[in-house]
Antibody, heavy 121, light 106 residues
Framework: QITLKESGPTLVKPTQTLTLTCSFS??????????VGWIRQPPGKALEWLAVLYWNDDKRYSPSLKNRLTINKDTSKNQVVLTMTDMDPVDTATYYC?????????????WGRGTLVTVSS | SYDLTQPPSVSVSPGQTARITCSGD??????AYWYQQKPGQAPLLVIYKDSERPSGIPERFSGYNSGTRVTLTISGVQAEDEADYYC?????????FGGGTKLTVL
């Protein structure tokens, strides 16, 4: 059974760097055709894809946020870490990590429950 | 990058058929995926690879790709289907989600 859980601060100040950890079980990032992605959702708004890390350590970032994002994995801990620099109140959102699978194209078949991050001074 | 466009809202009565569309210029070259999101919950995959249904998703959910438009169809809509629905597609450079459609069951 695949599970994912996001963890990190619930409140960050403007200009600070946000670090979020996705802890997962039930699969290995060493297995082909597997990835972990991050998606966020501001309150009352749509989903926004942020980044994805694939089993071969290939990484992709949202073009609009790529200068602020870094995604890495710790295979031994079954974790994927996302950092976002220079946080702003507009970055207030629920941040989800999700298991990504390749079937045709890449998609997200299982999601964590999400963690709400508020950016405020 | 590219955009996926969805209608903001769709309303149907129980038992009717709901159709939610997603338009994008690159959709003829990509597969589409659909997610259901109920208030306070994480998204749930309901359709993958245009028309495939994951295990556990009711047969009333179906999808098809007709070129630059993909459609999620919910036949015999039930009250529990009221939710936001998002389409998604990807290519080698990344992923994009549509703006979401709120399905209201009258």
């Amino acid at each position: 059974q695949i599970t994912l859980k996001e963890s990190g601060p619930t409140l960050v100040k403007p200009t600070q760097t946000l670090t979020l950890t996705c802890s997962f079980s039930g699969f290995s990032l060493g297995a082909g055709g597997v990835g972990v992605g991050w998606i966020r959702q501001p309150p009352g708004k749509a989903l926004e894809w942020l980044a994805v890390l694939y089993w071969n350590d290939d990484k992709r970032y949202s073009p609009s946020l790529k200068n602020r994002l870094t995604i890495n994995k710790d295979t031994s801990k079954n974790q994927v870490v996302l950092t976002m620099t220079d946080m702003d109140p507009v970055d207030t959102a629920t941040y989800y990590c999700a298991h990504s699978r390749l079937a045709g194209n890449w998609y997200f078949d299982l999601w964590g429950r999400g963690t709400l991050v508020t950016v405020s001074s | 990058s590219y955009d996926l466009t969805q209608p903001p809202s769709v309303s149907v009565s129980p038992g009717q058929t709901a159709r939610i569309t997603c338009s994008g210029d690159d959709l003829p070259n990509r597969y589409a995926y659909w997610y259901q999101q109920k208030p306070g919950q994480a998204p749930l995959l309901v359709i993958y690879k245009d028309s495939e249904r994951p295990s556990g998703i009711p047969e009333r959910f179906s999808g098809y790709n007709s070129g630059t438009r993909v459609t999620l169809t919910i036949s015999g809509v039930q009250a529990e289907d009221e939710a936001d629905y998002y389409c998604q597609s990807s290519d080698s450079s990344g992923t994009v989600f549509g703006g979401g459609t709120k399905l209201t069951v009258l």
